[in-house]
């Protein structure tokens, strides 16, 4: 048993639920810098075009194809006001659900979600963007670090969802 | 009121708003422009197989795209001709028939018809054989470029393009072989504003420091020189470019390249390992080219608009950007990346990236295009009572010193523009 205390633990869904709401309050909340803090230094944000959702963002155009210093940069330009697509910040509420760990082992966690993004924005009609999360989310210590977010939006084109100016 | 005010005496070029808002404007501009102008359908590079399909809508048009058993490449009006019904319903694929769900005609990948069930109920002088698929009159390409045209006495496509087919060759001639292929996955988004908008918007370099400041912050962080070598009194810009007519609508901006290019000039966001690759592909430019046409090949970025619809953008990536009214106040876009077809896998992977740093609806720049874009239809909910907008600049200059950060070839595609819809039916 003394063994037990090296060993990471297993994560159940409640806790990964409680891990991926505070992550999605964050966002909502615009707390860019503090959201960061969730990932992993490997980190990925891929958002896939609609007709290729399983493509390889190396030969496959992207909506989104991020590194982790890519991140960085969106975050900085997302919250500078001159992000005239987000200046005033779109408000944004995000629904999850539907949470499953697909696989988990010491070191690493699958973990997909589907949700429901509202997106109001001045003079905007409501904006609605809905699909599939699959995460790569890798333990550290106590700790969970996001290392890969890859979202599928259902519609098979943006269509009246415009830009992803905003973090999905 | 005239829809535009070429004052070359006073220096002084205004629009009227009303033709960015207007539903009776785009009602005569399906009729003078889109059935009038070659319209971009494709690439051929989408068509791999015979039996290979795509549906899409060209101008609002849904048509099909596909490859016969001979490699015949068609284009199709994507309509039953029983009852009217959409024929072929999925996105792409490879099919050997088009089935309608309706009442069951269907017809072969080359749109002529294969079967009219129960046929025996139509008198024997049906002509049932002339009953496949409406095409286009006209269906041409330039250099794997598919257009079509519904005015059967259209110029040929070749003639259309005129001038703008040197800067589609300058474009092709980043592939060691002249052939460039449409990578997979696509771009579609619509913007709340009028079609021209996005023209205008394509090819405005005057915008560039104000929309995009954050871009231009992204790539200093990046590493990349964005300040102007030889700065000019009064221009923000980080380079000096040109605005150039093409002939029938066309026209392009023509700019010293200073943010990178795949092929082939390297800068530090694209990693110290790129390096060599880069400067070897701009060997194989020299060698291949000399070294006059490799510069030019290699260190220079354009912004191409064959009028009316289709951008090519041809900078840090290549993009086939087209675009088409859905609406007097909105508008939906398809875009793509081009990439030559030797490309190596690092390159390629390189290629997307530098696309996704600028370019498309996740990119770093063009969410705040469309911001600016849907601000102005915003504001073109005034425009009985402040009907013009301004777009003089460089008129104080001759032709052959237009700047891409001037409105000379905004002007050109707006003159051309008001031509076509001055035309009699």
Known sequence: MTESTHTPPLYGRAEIEDFLFHEAALLDEWKLNEWLTLLAPDARYLVPPNDVPDGDPASTLFLVADDAERIRQRVIRILDPNCHAESPPSRLRRQLSNVRILSQDAQTLTVTFNFICHRYRRHERIRQYVGKMTYQISKQGSELKIRERRVVLDSHELGSLGSVSFLL | ?425
């Open chain 2, 1 to 425: 009121m005239p829809y535009i005010i070429d004052d070359p005496s006073n220096k002084r070029f205004m629009l009227n708003r009303e033709t960015l808002i207007s539903p009776a404007v785009l009602a005569q501009e399906q009729d003078k422009i889109f059935a009038k102008c070659w319209i971009y359908v494709g690439h051929s590079s989408e068509l791999k197989n015979p039996g290979d399909f795509i549906t899409r809508k060209v101008a609002g048009h849904p048509i099909i795209f596909s490859k016969d058993d001979q490699q015949q490449i068609h284009c199709l009006l994507n309509t039953c001709r029983h009852r009217g019904a959409v024929v072929a319903t999925k996105p792409a694929g490879n099919a050997r028939r088009f089935f309608c769900i309706y009442h069951g005609w269907s017809y072969k990948i080359d749109g002529s018809i294969n079967r009219i069930p129960g046929s025996d109920a139509y008198d024997p002088s049906f002509p049932q054989e002339e009953h496949g698929l409406r095409r286009p009159p006209r269906f041409e390409s330039y250099r794997d470029f598919w257009f079509l045209c519904f005015d059967p006495d259209a110029m040929p496509l070749a003639d259309y393009l005129a001038d703008a087919k040197f800067y589609i060759d300058l474009i092709l001639d980043q592939s060691p072989s002249g052939t460039m292929e449409i990578i997979p996955g696509t771009q579609e988004y619509s913007v709340s504003a009028n079609w021209k908008l996005m023209v205008e918007n394509s090819v405005d370099d005057y915008h560039l420091p104000t929309t995009h400041s954050t871009w231009l912050n992204f790539m200093s962080n990046s590493g990349v020189n964005v300040h102007n070598p030889n700065k000019e009194a009064g221009q923000l810009l980080p380079t000096k470019g040109y605005a150039k007519a093409l002939g029938n609508g066309n026209f392009t901006t023509d700019n010293i390249n200073f943010r990178g290019r795949p092929v082939a000039h390297w800068i530090p966001l694209y990693g110290d390992e790129a390096k060599t690759e880069i400067e070897s592909m701009y060997e194989e430019l020299v060698e291949r080219l000399g070294p006059e046409r490799a510069e030019r090949v290699a260190n220079t970025n354009r912004n191409l608009v064959i009028f009316p619809n289709l951008v090519i953008n041809d900078g840090s990536s290549v993009t086939i950007r087209t675009f088409a009214p859905n609406g007097p106040d909105k508008m939906d876009v398809t875009a793509w990346a081009l990439g030559p077809v030797e490309e190596t896998t690092s390159a390629r992977a390189r290629r997307l990236d530098a696309f996704l740093t600028f370019y498309g609806p996740g990119g770093f720049a063009t969410p705040d295009d469309v911001e600016a874009l849907e601000l102005v239809q915003q504001g073109m909910a005034n425009w009985r009572h402040d009907p013009w907008s301004e777009m003089s600049r460089g008129m104080n200059k001759p032709e052959d010193q237009q700047l891409n950060s001037d409105e000379h070839h905004l002007r050109i595609f707006w003159r051309h523009w008001n031509s076509l819809m001055q035309d009699e039916k």
